[in-house]
């Protein structure tokens, strides 16, 4: 049985969403047990008794717009959020899902749950919309900016186990978002990632990527630093979001042609293949535990998701994977040192 721990009090419209969620989960998915954490009395509208749900008390929660997250934690353990990656740390549950502010997971997830061994910084990697349906990881999203060339290689590694044991594909590549393909192209920093993922003797390295290349490209990891992922992210969703606008104003403008019943099709298709509740939320890669967060707008349906993605990390044990992988690879480079 695969064990989630839930906070139930964050995201924008919590805790509504984030019950149901919870509840489509259970219904779902039978080998999980979730344990969900937030005001009783205010989550009780949304939840059913279920034999694979418990329910923890705290009247503490969140703001999600707190900015001082770090004076919070230390004041106040008893916030839902906190309380629910504690109870992962502690070894009674085997994966984190949330929907609150993304600083106050990673500064969380740095005090409790703490980073895995030989991951010295944490990437937020969501799995983005690609032409073939098949999606695509895309990290650093935004988590850090700060970073060394070495770093990306350990995200790299990191994603590589996730793609082939939950996305299941044999032979994943990492692709290097770049101003240009030559492998001489961007900053200098650029130049030295470039270099040690060529030479890697694990890593499919794809080579240098534009990013005018996210959705079609073949590779199945997009690597960058936080900045410039962060950017890439929200010029997808930007995109996304004016294409779905322009299509509409045009079917509007066809009303009564037979091509509007078409188009009103190829609408919900290019909104669903984009449709972020699709796949949930995004992977928190370095921490040693399995941390999901989804996004603060959640639905029910999206949180969900984000449950699925947790028990699938679960079920592929990709944790301890990782943790193998980087401790051979560690072993390698100082043999050879």
């Known amino acids: 049985m695969i064990r989630i721990s ?6 924008d419209a919590a805790p509504k969403p984030i019950c149901e969620g919870v509840m489509q989960a259970l219904q779902a998915y039978q080998n999980i047990e979730v344990t969900i954490f937030g005001d009783q009395d205010k989550m009780a509208p949304f939840l059913k008794p279920h034999d694979r749900l418990k329910i923890i008390h705290t009247p503490y929660a969140l703001d999600m717009a707190e900015k001082d997250v770090i004076k919070v934690y230390r004041t106040n353990k008893e ?9 992962v740390k502690d070894g009674h549950a085997d994966g984190f899902v949330t929907a609150g502010p993304t600083q106050a997971v990673v500064v969380g997830g740095h005090f409790i749950i703490r980073r895995m061994k030989h991951m010295k910084r ?3 990697a969501p799995i983005i919309p690609s032409y073939d349906q098949k999606g695509r990881v895309l990290l650093d999203g935004g988590a850090n900016t700060d970073f060394k060339p070495e770093h990306l290689v350990e995200f790299a590694m990191y994603a590589s186990v996730v793609v082939k044991e939950v996305l299941k594909r044999d032979k994943p590549t990492v692709a290097l978002i770049n101003i240009g393909t030559e492998d001489k192209k961007g900053r200098e920093f650029d130049v030295e990632v470039y270099k040690l993922l060529k030479n890697h003797p694990t890593l499919n390295f794809y080579g240098n990527m534009e ?3 996210v959705v079609t490209s073949e590779a199945d990891i997009f690597l960058t630093d936080g900045f410039t992922g962060n950017i890439v992210m929200k010029t997808m969703e930007g995109t996304a979001k004016g294409m779905s606008m322009v299509l509409k104003r045009e079917i509007k403008s066809s009303l009564f042609s037979i091509g ?7 609408l919900k298709n290019l909104k669903k293949s984009l449709d972020a509740s699709e796949i949930g939320g995004a992977l928190l890669m370095g921490f040693d535990h399995i941390v999901i967060k989804a996004h603060g707008s959640s639905d029910g349906f999206a949180f969900k998701n984000a449950i699925r ?3 699938e990390m679960a079920e592929a044990q990709v944790i301890q ?8 690879y560690q072993e390698n480079n100082e043999s050879t040192i």
């Open 211 to 213: 990013p005018k290349d």
């Open 321 to 328: 994977k990782v943790k193998d992988a980087l401790d051979a």
């Open 79 to 87: 916030m839902s959020m906190f309380m629910a990656m504690q109870y």
């Open 260 to 266: 509007a019943i078409f188009m009103r099709k190829a």
């Open 309 to 311: 993605q947790a028990k």
């Open 6 to 11: 839930v906070d139930g009090m964050g995201g």
């Open 122 to 124: 944490v990437a937020i």
